[in-house]
C-alpha cells in the first residue's frame, strides 16, 4: 500500500513528530506566528507546546509570550539554586538565610530579617559592563503578611555595607508600616520616595504575585505592574547608571517570603500588551485572497527560521491532503 493511501491515524504520529521538531529550532516569537496559520497547525502546535518548552529547560506551564522573555532576556535566573549569590556584601549577612526549593516550581525561600539594622541578604553581579533594560519582571509571595520583607534592588555599583546608585527597590510592607500596609512598594535612588500600590484584592498569605517595571532610561521613568495591570506610572529613578547588581533581603527578622522567575530584558513579560497568541481563540482563514501579489521588495526574507516556519506550514498541509485522500 502507498503511503497516500494509509488511514490519516496513522501517518499522523510521524507529522506530529516532524512538527516537533522543526518546533524545537523556532524562536518562541516565530512559533506564535506559525500558530496563525491554519487550525491544524494552531492544533497540532498547541498540543506539543509542553514537550518543546521541557526540551528548553522551561516550564511548561510558560506562555510562549513568557518562553520569548527568557529567550531574549540581558539576564535570567528561575531562581531553582541559590549558588550563584553570595552574602553581603557587608560581613553581617546572618541575619537572612536562603533556601532555593522547587514546589513544584521554582522559588527562592528568604527567612530572617535586618531588624532596623541594614542590608543584611545576598546579591550578586549581573553584568561587569551594566545592563539597560526596558523591562524587569519577577513572581514573589509572602508567607507571613505582617512583616515587611521580599526586598530586592537593582543598584549600578557595590558599597562595603551593600549597594550605591540604586535604580529601583522593591519591597512588601507588612502592618509595622505607619502608611499603608500590606502591599507593594517601590522607589527609585534617593532622595526619590516610595510609591505603594496593591492588587485588584488585599494581597493573600502565600500567593503568587507577577511584579513587572517597564523602565524609561531617556525620561528617566518606571510604570508598575501586578499581574498584567498598571498600578503606577512617572516614578522617577533618578541615577542613570546601568545596572550592575541585585541583592535581596528580608526587613523583619521573623519574615519569610519568596521570589522567583526573575527576567531582566527588553521585550515585555507575559501578560502584558498583546495577549498570547497560544492563549487566544484562533481565528482561521476566510478563504478571500489578497487583491495583488507583494511586490519583491515586499517579500519575506528567506531566513533559517522563516524556512523552518514554511516547512511546518507545509507538513499541517500535507496533513490536511492526507486526511482528505483517506476519505476519498
Avoid at 512559533?31 to 509542553?50: E, F, G
Amino acid at each position: 500500500m502507498d503511503a497516500h493511501q494509509l488511514p490519516a491515524q496513522q501517518l499522523l504520529p510521524a507529522l506530529r513528530e516532524l512538527l516537533e521538531e522543526v518546533l524545537a529550532d523556532l524562536p518562541a516569537k516565530d512559533i506564535t506566528r506559525l500558530l496563525l496559520s491554519d487550525n491544524v497547525t494552531y492544533t497540532n502546535t498547541h498540543a506539543l507546546k509542553p514537550k518543546v518548552l521541557l526540551r528548553r529547560q522551561l516550564s511548561d506551564g510558560f506562555s510562549w509570550q513568557k518562553a520569548h522573555a527568557v529567550e531574549t532576556a540581558l539576564f535570567m535566573d528561575m531562581l531553582a539554586s541559590c549558588h550563584m549569590w553570595s552574602s553581603g556584601p557587608n560581613n553581617k549577612s546572618e541575619g537572612n538565610s536562603m533556601e532555593c526549593r522547587t514546589d513544584p516550581n521554582p522559588w527562592m525561600w528568604m527567612s530572617g530579617g535586618t531588624d532596623w539594622q541594614g542590608f543584611q541578604g545576598i546579591f550578586r553581579r549581573i553584568s561587569c559592563d551594566g545592563v539597560k533594560p526596558s523591562w524587569i519582571s519577577f513572581r514573589v509571595r509572602s508567607a507571613t503578611l505582617n512583616l515587611s520583607g521580599a526586598c530586592i534592588s537593582f543598584a549600578g555599583q557595590q558599597h562595603r555595607w551593600g549597594l550605591s546608585d540604586v535604580v529601583l527597590s522593591f519591597n512588601y510592607k507588612g502592618d509595622e508600616s505607619s502608611q499603608q500596609s500590606r502591599c507593594f512598594a517601590v522607589s527609585g535612588s534617593a532622595p526619590h520616595p516610595n510609591h505603594t500600590f496593591c492588587p485588584d484584592s488585599p494581597v493573600q498569605a502565600d500567593r503568587p504575585y507577577d511584579i513587572a517595571f517597564k523602565l524609561d532610561w531617556v525620561a528617566g521613568k518606571i510604570t508598575v505592574f501586578v499581574d498584567g495591570i498598571m498600578k503606577a506610572s512617572g516614578i522617577d529613578f533618578g541615577t542613570r547608571q546601568p545596572i550592575r547588581y541585585i541583592a535581596v533581603y528580608n526587613w523583619r527578622s521573623n519574615a519569610r517570603t519568596a521570589i522567583s522567575e526573575l527576567i531582566i530584558g527588553n521585550s515585555a513579560p507575559a501578560g502584558i500588551g498583546q495577549k498570547n497568541v497560544g492563549m487566544t481563540s484562533f481565528k482561521p482563514w476566510n478563504g478571500r485572497c489578497p487583491r495583488r501579489i507583494a511586490s519583491p521588495s515586499q517579500a519575506i526574507p528567506m531566513t533559517k527560521a522563516n524556512l523552518a516556519i514554511a516547512a511546518a506550514v507545509m507538513v499541517a498541509i500535507s496533513a490536511i491532503a492526507i486526511q482528505r485522500m483517506s476519505i476519498i
